[in-house]
Nanobody
C-alpha cells in the first residue's frame, strides 16, 4: 500500500507562486509514475502533470504547460508541483497520485493510489 500526503496549499494572489509537496513514507517513487490532478466542486477531476523518473517521461496539461513544473527531491520520496503565474482558474483541490507504471498518463483511472488533497485558492 502506498500512502501519499500532500501539503503546501493555501491562499495566494493571482500571479503568485506556490509549491505543493507529495510525500510517501517507507518507500520511494522510483517504481511509480506520479501525477497531480485537481478538482473543483461540481466538476470532474482534471489532469495537471505526471512524470516517471526512470523513463524521464513527463506530461503536462495544456492549461499549465510552461507555468507548472513537476519535480522530486534527491531522496526520491517527495514529489513537488511548482506553480508559477497562478490564475484564479487554478483554484482547486490538488491531489497527487501514484501509478505502478513506467509510463505517466493523463487518465486518473490508471492511478492506483491517491492522497487526501490540498486546497489551492488563487484570488484575483
Amino acid at each position: 500500500q502506498v500512502q501519499l500526503v500532500e501539503s503546501g496549499g493555501g491562499l495566494v494572489q493571482a500571479g503568485d507562486s506556490l509549491r505543493l509537496s507529495c510525500t510517501t513514507s517507507g518507500r520511494t517513487f522510483d517504481n511509480y509514475s506520479v501525477g497531480w490532478f485537481r478538482q473543483t466542486p461540481g466538476k470532474e477531476r482534471e489532469f495537471v502533470a505526471a512524470k516517471n523518473w526512470s523513463t524521464k517521461r513527463t506530461v503536462y496539461s495544456d492549461s499549465v504547460k510552461g507555468r507548472f513544473t513537476i519535480s522530486r527531491d534527491s531522496a526520491g520520496n517527495t514529489v513537488y508541483l511548482g506553480m508559477t503565474s497562478l490564475k484564479s482558474e487554478d483554484t482547486a483541490v490538488y491531489y497527487c497520485a501514484a501509478a505502478s507504471s513506467f509510463i505517466p498518463t493523463m487518465n486518473s483511472d490508471d492511478f492506483n493510489y491517491w492522497g487526501q488533497g490540498t486546497q489551492v485558492t488563487v484570488s484575483s
